[in-house]
């Protein structure tokens, strides 16, 4: 399993920082929604000048306009970009488009979509489905992981995001994300380098 | 009804350009998803800056972090910020709230809703609901019109947006829509002052 490191609400210098104390234990950058809304494609490209080698995710949440905002995130820099399960089909086929024309990685973001609709995802084969519980919910990653997993167990490539801890990283190896993607839990942790190691000891390396 | 210009895919210095070509002619200065994820809130700021007595949407389409994305978008400047329908109802919930706490507005754009969900966000009587045709499919409104209004035609405060064109707008009128919102109609026309008048004058003015 690989760790993404989440990185929200801060600015870019400061999630630059965070990034260089947890960077030889994560797997993927993820630069998050709120630094793109909060700082344009500017976050993308300054967080790619300072880590060239890493993989970074640019958590966009496309759910329109999907040529022009995919065009311009892997330009800026991303080598993964999102986009909402809950938008249309045909923006997330757009999204598919660019990403194969960039020779990148796209994501779907489960967030909120209904059964039928993760049951439709499951054609989008090349991409990675994300089971993902929103920040603004607190509890109920366990039931969510296993109503989400009931339709789409056997997609290739999945991820989950929402309230991992220490705790319950055995349960994510046991259901075979091959991303788990943790947040406040490393960047607002009191040693960012000591929770991103631990992470990164409990997901056990890449597979 | 108002009108509502939306201004996307372009720089802040030539949204700027848009805008005072059609200021006098627009109730609504909405500040694209585009210009929002291409140069974060600085987009907001400058355009607040440029026109400090215009009402301000910022298309910002929260969806997740709700505080922290509602907090900052009206800091920035906007009267009217988006949250989308498809977001969970603890989101939007907090939109409300924040959007109270500024005595601000907020939209709730219902892209890719469920008549079920559609019925659902009918208690945000404080809101005002967007129907909303994406970008990404480039024809269906009057159709999607029809199907979202057989759940919502009563809701107090209604806006239209995608593919309204002049032929069109004696419908919109006709459903009763408080704000109809035009993009490219207008800034991608030979003449923008000419089509946000033309456009001025189907809307008939303020209600």
Redesign the interface.
Same mark, same amino acid.
């Given at each position: 399993m690989k760790l993404q490191l989440a990185v929200?609400?801060v600015s870019i210098e400061k999630a630059i920082e965070i990034i260089c104390e947890a960077e030889q234990y994560i797997d993927i950058i993820e630069i998050g @929604?709120?630094l $793109?809304?909060?700082?344009?494609?500017?976050?993308v490209k300054r967080i790619r000048q300072k880590f060239p080698d890493k993989v970074i995710l640019a958590d966009?949440?496309t759910?329109?306009?999907?040529e022009?905002?995919f065009e311009?995130i892997y330009r800026a820099g991303a080598d993964i970009a999102t986009v909402?399960g809950?938008?249309?089909l045909? @923006?997330i086929r $757009?999204c598919q488009k660019v990403a194969q024309k960039y020779q990148k990685d796209y994501m779907i973001d489960l967030?909120?979509t209904?059964p039928e609709k993760q049951l439709e995802l499951k054609q989008f084969t090349d991409g990675i489905l994300c089971v993902h519980l929103?920040?603004?919910?607190s509890t109920g990653l366990q039931a969510l992981i296993e109503s989400t997993l009931a339709q789409i167990h056997d997609f290739p490539r999945l991820a989950v995001a929402g309230g991992i801890k220490p705790e319950n990283m055995a349960e994510m190896k046991k259901a075979n994300f091959e991303i788990a993607i943790v947040g406040s839990s490393i960047t607002k942790s009191a040693s960012i380098p000591e929770s991103a190691k631990l992470f990164k000891s409990l997901v056990g390396g890449e597979e």
């Open positions: 929200d609400r @929604t709120s $793109i809304k909060d700082f344009g494609l500017e976050s966009i949440k759910v329109d306009e999907a022009y905002e311009a909402l809950a938008a249309s045909e @923006t $757009i967030l909120e209904s929103p920040s603004d919910k």
